[in-house]
Every structure is written in C-alpha cells, then in structure tokens.
C-alpha cells in the first residue's frame, strides 16, 4: 500500500476548505443529492463535523506527502453494525491532484479501515454512469461491479443510471493476501 496518501479523522479547522470543494459544481456534479443539491455554508459544515455519529459513518480528510493542506474527503457511512457493513465515498477536492491516480490509494485505506479496523464484512460505493474515473479506480481497488439503477440521478435535467459496486471481506483478505 502506498505511504504518498494517509487518512485523518475530520476536524472543525477543515470545513473552510471543505464548503471551498463541496461548493464547486464541477467537483461534486456526480456525488449524491445530499451534496449536490444544496448550498454549504461554513456554519452547515461545522455543525456536520460536531453532530458527526462514529456509529453511522466516519469522516476523513485525506493527506498527501509534501503537501501542506488535505487533498480530499473521504468516509464511510451509512454504517451497520449488525449486519456489518456500510458505503464509501471519496472526493479528490484539490483540483491540482485530479486525475493522479490517488484515488486507487484513497480507497485501499478506506478499505483497510473498513475491513481490518472496523472488521466490517460488507462495503457498497457507487458511481454515475459517466463518472468514469470513479469507475475505473473502485475496479481497480477490487470492487465488483453487481448492478445498475437506471434513470437514477437527475444531473443537469437529465436522468443518469447510477452503477453499483460492492466487496465482501473474504473478497479483500483474498486479494491483499500476498501484499
């Protein structure tokens, strides 16, 4: 696993740069309604990161060696700790870092927590259809690709399917088993 990229836990002095990426139309045009579809003020991002439940979903940001500030935000939410499982999300929000390959990086941690730390046994992630990068690294990263909501996400006034991704954590043991 690489060392370029590590995980930190959320905190109060990141939402400036948090509401600067999730404000920026082009870097969030294919996340979920819940981003998209509202307007993010520094107060709204502080009161997420205090009211933020470690029970139902944990927030990162993500650190790139030799850079100063975050690059990006990932997490893992929606948790179930019964069934033991939950989604990820990952935002390279530094447009500078775009399209770097850290993604790959991005999600290899998240799956390390996921399945080592938490001892989850099964994580979902999404990706619009035409969110191709996102597509291309949750594969890379060993996700399977199980479906396809169609007409799923109005985007620009135009209805997208929306491709569904999981892995189990036989699936993750199997394929970091010689690392």
Wanted: net charge positive; charged share 30%.
């Amino acid at each position: 696993m690489t060392t370029a990229i590590t995980l930190r836990k959320v905190q109060q002095k990141d939402a400036p740069l948090l509401v600067q990426w999730v404000n920026d139309r082009q870097n969030i045009q294919y996340m979920s309604t819940l981003i998209r579809c509202k307007k993010h003020t520094l107060q709204s991002i502080q009161q997420e990161i205090r009211q933020a439940d470690p029970s139902y979903e944990r927030l990162f940001m993500v650190l790139c060696k030799g850079k100063r500030q975050p690059i990006g935000h990932a997490g893992i939410d929606d948790i179930d700790t019964h069934d033991r499982r939950a989604e990820i999300f990952f935002l390279i929000g530094d447009k500078e870092e775009q399209g770097k390959g850290y993604s790959k990086d991005i999600l290899m941690k998240l799956l390390d927590y996921a399945f080592t730390k938490m001892r989850l046994n099964s994580l979902f992630a999404t990706a619009t259809i035409r969110n191709i990068p996102s597509q291309k690294a949750l594969e890379r990263a060993g996700f399977k690709r199980i479906g396809i909501r169609r007409e799923y996400n109005n985007i620009g006034g135009k209805f997208m399917d929306e491709i569904l991704y999981d892995m189990t954590a036989k699936e993750y043991r199997k394929k970091n088993a010689f690392r």
